[in-house]
């Protein structure tokens, strides 16, 4: 008989994609590769409409007692499951759940004591994408916490073949938003045109532009000529990886709270983009300084000034960098991360 799986967490529709929505779908693609059962529950967008949290919430009752032996795994903001968390303390019949943590900010907030141990102990084991998540979990007493990196279907790595026209070609792909560092790499562009160096780089900026700050970018990127906003990248066509594989390096200075191993990482890497990229939260796990990309720290606009100089003057060797990122993103595919030994181990009751 099939293990019975219960999955919780933002799923979408087919053609929603996005740093929760996609890795979800991975991974209930795979469980069922691995021949899982598993049931879903869709939980995407029921903060804003009531009428799905509780039909939402009313499926979630009926598979607890259906399924009582089912793994109940969790794959979402805890902030979403935290109340469902806390009345299962109470249930008479204790559950086997997983929690897979989606972004980089929950093992703070259980250190901080905003959720409590005592309705996490409910939870058999915890999936972080960070060593320094897992540290922190376990020094908050939590010994049942594996790091399992994010990951992608990496598929075939498309050739990397470089823009050849004598400029560094930078792309900048995530959410448009100060908290991800849009503005340093604005200031450092103004800084690099009064170097004289215009006409030796170009940014190619791609994602969903943030609402409070959609005026203030597209007034700023109109100041330049070797600037450009090109809409949004969609990674779910492949024939797209030939166009994020022409570009030198991607731009990634975040700071953005809820970062935890952005998906981006791995896009980069299969069309081997090295990053250019803060020291924020796990960024240092994943960027490997000098070999897959290049650290700088958090807010320092000067090093990052001078980490874009130096690549614009040729002094790091990119078609050595971005044959490591190539090679790093077969660790991250979903079949390498997602093991049948990774599922045998979480998912028997205990």
């Avoid at 560092?181 to 791609?206: E, H, M, P, T, W």
């Avoid at 450009?228 to 492949?238: A, I, P, R, T, V």
């Avoid at 994020?244 to 299969?270: C, N, Q, R, S």
């Avoid at 069309?271 to 939260?281: E, F, K, M, Q, R």
């Amino acid at each position: 008989m099939k293990k019975q799986i219960v999955f919780f967490g933002g799923i979408g529709s087919p053609s929603e994609f996005g740093g929760e929505l996609s890795k979800n779908k991975e991974i209930i693609s795979r469980l069922k590769e691995l021949g899982y059962d598993v049931t879903t529950i869709d939980s995407f967008r029921c903060r804003q409409n009531k009428v799905k949290l509780l039909k939402v919430v009313f499926r979630f009752m009926m598979c607890i007692l259906f399924y009582p032996k089912a793994t109940f795994l969790f794959s979402t903001s805890f902030g979403n499951i935290y109340p469902l968390i806390k009345m299962l303390k109470y249930y008479p019949i204790k559950l086997h759940i997983v929690y897979w943590v989606i972004g980089g900010i929950f093992a703070d907030k259980v250190a901080k004591g905003i959720y409590q141990g005592k309705y996490l102990k409910n939870i058999s084991f915890f999936l972080v994408e960070g060593l320094r998540m897992k540290d922190s979990l376990q020094k908050s007493g939590f010994a049942n916490t594996l790091y399992v990196p994010n990951f992608k279907t990496i598929g075939k790595l498309p050739i990397i073949q470089k823009v050849e026209d004598g400029r560094i070609h930078f792309l900048f792909i995530s959410r448009i938003m100060p908290d991800k560092g849009c503005r340093y790499i604005l200031q450092c562009v103004s800084a690099l045109n009064k170097k004289g160096l215009k006409d030796k780089y170009v940014i190619d900026f791609y994602g969903n532009i943030d609402s409070s700050y959609k005026h203030e970018f597209l007034m700023e990127i109109n100041k330049y000529d070797n600037i450009n906003y090109l809409g949004s990248l969609q990674l779910q066509e492949e024939s797209n990886y030939i166009i994020l594989a022409k570009y030198h390096y991607m731009l990634f200075p975040t700071y953005w709270l809820g970062e935890g191993f952005p998906g981006v990482i791995i896009d980069a890497y299969k069309a081997g983009v090295p990053i250019i990229g803060s020291d924020w939260n796990f960024n240092s796990e994943f960027i490997k300084d000098g070999i897959t990309g290049i650290i700088i720290p958090t807010h320092d606009v000067d090093k990052l000034l001078l980490t874009m100089e130096n690549v614009i003057t040729n002094k790091y060797n990119n078609q050595k960098m971005s044959l490591n990122c190539q090679e790093k993103a077969l660790e991250y595919d979903t079949s390498n991360v997602i093991t049948i030994d990774l599922t045998r181990k979480i998912f028997v009751n205990n």
